[in-house]
Every structure is written in C-alpha cells, then in structure tokens.
C-alpha cells in the first residue's frame, strides 16, 4: 500500500535520490572523481588520520594497514581508496564481495596483486565464509592455504602472496563477522556531508562539467542532496538540464527550486519514498514502534533499500527513531508532515 496513492498499488518511484551506485554513476564518477586528498573535500578528520598514516607508510617503506570504511551509501568509500592509492603512489584493484563468489575468484585476484598494491573490496560484508576465510591468512601473513588433489590425495599448499593493503567498504559494518572485523588496522566511519562541504563538491563538478550555476544555484542544490555527493552530482545534471530546456539558462537558485520541485525532491532532500515512509508509521501504525520488514513490504520496497539508503539519513535528520522494537517517527518527523501527534505517542515522547 502506497499511502496518499492508490491503495495496495506499487508505484515507481524516481532514483534521483538513491545514493547506490549504479552502472552509469561508476563511468560517471570516475570521470569527476578527485585523485588527491587536496581535491577531496569534507571528511576532514579521516582525512587528517589518513595523511599521517600514508606518510609514516612512506618513510618506512612499507604498506599502509588494511582499512574499513563504513557508512551510507554514496559519501564517497571508493573515492578515498583511489585518493589513498594515489598518493601512495600505488596501483589499486577494485572488486565487490558478490564478484567473489568462488574460492577461485578471491585466490585469483590475490595472487595477481603486486607487491605493495591495494586490493579494494565493496560490499565487504557480503563476503561468504570460504572467501573469508582465504583471506584471513592473506591479510595477516601474506599466504594463501589451497587444498590440491582429489580424496585422500588431498595436499595443503600454502602460496606466498606480495604484501598488500586491503580496503573494504561496507554500508553495514556491524554486519562483518568478528574475526574479519579484527583484522582491520584502521577503521573508519564516513560522515554525512554539510551543505557548505556539498556546495563546494558541486562548484568543482560543475567546473569539470562546464555547468554555470551561482551560488544560490549550488545552495539550492547542495541543501537537497541529503548530505550526499553521488546526489548532489545527479542532482546538479538534471538541473542543468532543465536550465537549459526551460529557460535557456545558467543555472540560479530560482531555477534549481523549480528543478527539485519538479523531481519531487523536497526542502530535507527527501522523496516521495521517505515521505510515504514517515506517512505509513504515523497513519497506519500511530507512529510506530513498526518493524523494518512490515515498513518495506507495504512500500513495496526492499528490506536493504529501506535500511541501507532510506533510514540513515532519516535517522540522521532525527525523522524517525530506532528502538528495539521497530522505528518510530519522531515529534520532528510529525512537524515535517504537518501532523499532530495522538495523545499517545505525545506521552510517549515525553
Ligand atoms: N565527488 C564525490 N565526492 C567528492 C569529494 N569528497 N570531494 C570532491 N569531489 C567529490
């Protein structure tokens, strides 16, 4: 069920706020990608560790420790390993845990690596056990154990691989087992971007882009890009688009608003699945507490779209509430949808 929308009917809903990466955004992005830490704006601490950790790796001229990243899609994980191989001057191989189904895909790509290069894994929560488990030696002692021969001919080789750094990304880090987790030197949580770090991400895509937009142009825009840089790039094409169609124009803060309306991308950055997200809790539930899967399954959306894209940032906004039995919409999430809340969630929230 859709709420404000034809009852039990899914509709389309429009991607522009999906912060997963999709196939066109890896081509996209590659191409305004920042390579050193200079042009990589916002994520000032991480990057402030990152430096001195690059640096000592230098002078003692050896790798940098395997690293996590974790944190909401699209705040820019693959980016900062690129950054960080840059400026160790190394080569970086990029992969995801579902490409590494089979104990031959995770041994093959290993035993490719050369000496000191970085080996990049997305979606690192994703890996299986077997896959894991090829690792942990890997990480720890720079070997590979592979099993060779049939039945009771069956020998243990154990295969040197070059020392290297691992660099996993994961949207749900405490979804990584323990012993992988451990094997981390440096782990680091990637923060939402302010709207000032967002406004000066889009001044530099609009510049390799060869967009003209104004400073309202890019407030207006960075505002409504949910703390996001993948958006905020989708974001600013599309009103450059516009600009182009409606008013032959650069693009003003007059003119991205009237863009975002149009996208039905509202004031927080959020769309009509956030929306009809908090509508359903408040409406159907009395503001929850409701379960994940409940909330998923009458949006007609994925559990992981839901958990992974829609809730960090609603939690983060202080929208919604995580309590051990569901979420709830908070008293901030009512006043965004111009609702009064029954008397009892108001004593609730007390
Ligand atoms: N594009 C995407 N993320 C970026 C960042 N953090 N800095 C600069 N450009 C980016």
């Not at 507490?289 to 992974?308: F, H, Q, R, S, Y």
């Not at 809730?311 to 609702?339: D, H």
């Amino acid at each position: 069920m859709i709420i404000g929308s034809d009852e039990n009917k899914c509709v389309e809903n429009s991607n522009q706020l999906e912060a997963r990466e999709t196939d066109f955004d890896k081509t996209f992005e590659s191409s305004i990608r920042p390579k050193v830490f200079d042009d990589y704006i916002g994520q000032a601490e991480l990057k402030e560790t990152l430096a001195i950790s690059i640096e000592s790796a230098k002078k003692r001229e050896q790798c940098i420790d395997h690293m996590l990243f974790y944190g909401p899609p699209g705040l820019g994980k693959t980016t900062l390993a690129g950054v960080i191989a840059n400026e160790m001057g190394v080569n970086i191989k990029i992969t995801s845990a579902p490409a590494l189904e089979r104990p031959r895909d995770i041994i093959g790509i290993l035993m490719s690596l050369k000496s000191g290069e970085i080996l990049f894994i997305d979606e690192i929560h994703r890996l299986n056990k077997i896959a894991e488990e090829i690792l942990y030696p890997a990480m720890e002692d720079f070997y590979i154990d592979m099993m060779t021969g049939k039945s009771q001919a069956t020998k243990n080789l154990r295969i040197p691989v070059p020392k290297f750094t691992l660099i996993g990304a994961t949207t749900k880090a405490g979804s990584l087992s323990g012993p992988l987790r451990d094997r981390f030197g440096i782990i680091h949580r990637l923060e939402f971007y302010s709207v000032k770090e967002l406004m000066s991400v889009l001044k530099r895509t609009a510049k390799i882009l060869d967009i003209k937009i104004d400073t309202s142009g890019l407030n207006a825009i960075a505002r409504r890009s949910r703390g996001t840089p993948r958006i905020a790039n989708r974001l600013i094409k599309r009103v450059r688009d516009y600009a182009l169609v409606r008013y032959d124009s650069d693009i003003t803060g007059q003119i991205a608003d009237e863009a975002l309306d149009l996208l039905k991308i509202d004031d927080l950055g959020l769309n009509s699945t956030d929306r009809n997200l908090l509508k359903l809790i408040i409406e159907k539930y009395d503001g929850g507490p409701v379960g994940i899967e409940t909330i998923a399954a009458a949006l007609c959306e994925d559990v992981k779209t839901i958990e992974d894209v829609c809730e960090p940032y609603l939690l983060q906004a202080g929208l919604i509430l995580r309590t051990p039995r569901g979420r709830k919409v908070s008293p901030e999430g009512y006043r965004l949808l111009g609702i009064v809340p029954s008397v009892v969630q108001t004593s609730l929230f007390e």
